[in-house]
């Protein structure tokens, strides 16, 4: 089989955008990990009315939110580069990186309240059932406020007791769990990342054996340009929810729009698998490694690449941010590379035309029959002239 992997860059560019992952989460736990309730938000806002209830963890980048009164949250707020305005019940830690909690004066944090390089701004009759954790990261007994000379401290409001009745409607769980329950968290998590990463290496080694050459030319795209790979992924993502609302509209063109979201899952899996077999081919190249097949590249490969995105589950909170990262940038390069090459139907950059063969030689004439380019013209012959007469 050919191969097409001789550039180490791509394993640099890689190895940077996966670290950067896990530099951008938040150094805060005490939650409950990951589970389908999760709801994560890149660049917007987000309102829980009135009324409503999340069955999971809240996790946005570069945006606010706000949960208002009657409201509930059964897991984790957490805000990355932006604001929180909490009026309801959050059962749960609430974290904001770069921005500013303001609690309302029907607020309920069963949990910890926690706010690193920013504020946190508390209605006298604000519940905070745990420690309040502000801008330096350390526990403190003081609420801090800013002031005209920074960040100033002002006694704790002492927490109000809770009105009896007023929240029947949404149950209010333990913030803290037992040894136990930690214990059987981390065991389910870790068997999930496993299974997780048995199946797709599975499925890797089918595609391997089934269609190489397709996946060859996905893994090209991705190695020729991985950036564009990733601008064309997350472009197709963004545009995608527009453009099934748009045809669905349409009436007509429902089945095109219930048809786009299988289109990505699949571009999805076909890169991932394409994106894991590039990354053990450069990581056994990268460790000497002799006889190597392509099947042991698809293993290794894939396998990491999947227990990068799964194993950080098992650690609370922390973990489910880093994998959502994780899915976030490495997916969007899988979905770029097989959308590139149209599912691996075609190479990207595109193969140059090879130039046409010379003719045959017995396409041309014979060499007797061609003129000599030395020869000259024969002159004509002038007979001698007659001898003189006596």
Not at 131 to 156: C, H, M, S, W, Y
Not at 307 to 323: H, K, N, Q
């Amino acid at each position: 089989m050919r191969t097409i992997f001789h550039h180490k860059p791509f394993i640099i560019a890689i190895a940077l955008l996966l670290a950067m992952t896990f530099m951008l989460t938040p150094a805060v736990s005490h939650a409950q990990g990951p589970n389908p309730g999760d709801k994560v938000i890149f660049g917007g806002s987000f309102t829980l009315a009135s009324g409503e209830s999340l069955q999971g963890d809240l996790v946005v980048f570069g945006g606010t939110v706000t949960v208002e009164q009657g409201a509930s949250v059964n897991g984790d707020v957490a805000i990355i580069g932006g604001s929180a305005s909490i009026d309801g019940v959050v059962n749960g830690d609430i974290v904001a990186m770069g921005g500013v909690i303001d609690l309302g004066q029907h607020a309920i944090i069963n949990g910890d309240a926690t706010a690193i390089g920013g504020v946190i701004h508390r209605d006298p009759n604000a519940q905070v059932h745990g420690n309040i954790v502000e801008a330096n990261g350390k526990r403190d007994d003081f609420i801090g406020q800013i002031g005209p000379g920074g960040i100033q401290l002002t006694p704790p409001v002492p927490p109000v007791p809770p009105i009896p009745g007023e929240y029947n409607n949404f149950p209010i769980h333990a913030a803290r769990r037992g040894p136990f329950s930690w214990a059987l968290n981390f065991f389910l998590e870790g068997m999930s990342a496993i299974a997780w990463t048995a199946v797709l290496a599975a499925l890797g080694v089918l595609l391997i054996l089934l269609a190489p050459r397709p996946a060859e030319r996905v893994a090209n795209a991705i190695r020729h340009n991985i950036l564009l790979a990733f601008g064309v992924g997350l472009g197709a993502s963004l545009i995608s929810v527009p453009f099934i609302i748009l045809l669905t509209i349409t009436i007509c063109l429902i089945p095109v729009a219930i048809a786009i979201p299988f289109i990505l899952l699949g571009a999805l899996l076909f890169g991932w698998l394409a994106l894991g077999w590039l990354l053990g081919k450069e990581l056994l190249k990268a460790a000497s490694a002799q006889n190597v097949t392509p099947i042991w590249e698809a293993i290794v490969g894939v396998a990491i690449l999947t227990l990068l995105w799964r194993l950080p589950t098992i650690m609370p909170f922390i973990g489910g941010v880093a994998s959502y990262l994780v899915m976030f940038v490495a997916g969007n390069i899988a979905i770029g590379g097989a959308l590139l090459t149209r599912f691996g139907f075609r190479d990207y950059p595109a193969t140059p035309a090879a130039p046409p063969p010379p003719p045959p030689e017995s396409a041309l004439p014979p060499e007797s029959s061609l003129p000599a380019e030395s020869e000259s013209p024969q002159q004509p012959i002038i007979p001698p002239p007659p001898p003189p007469s006596e």
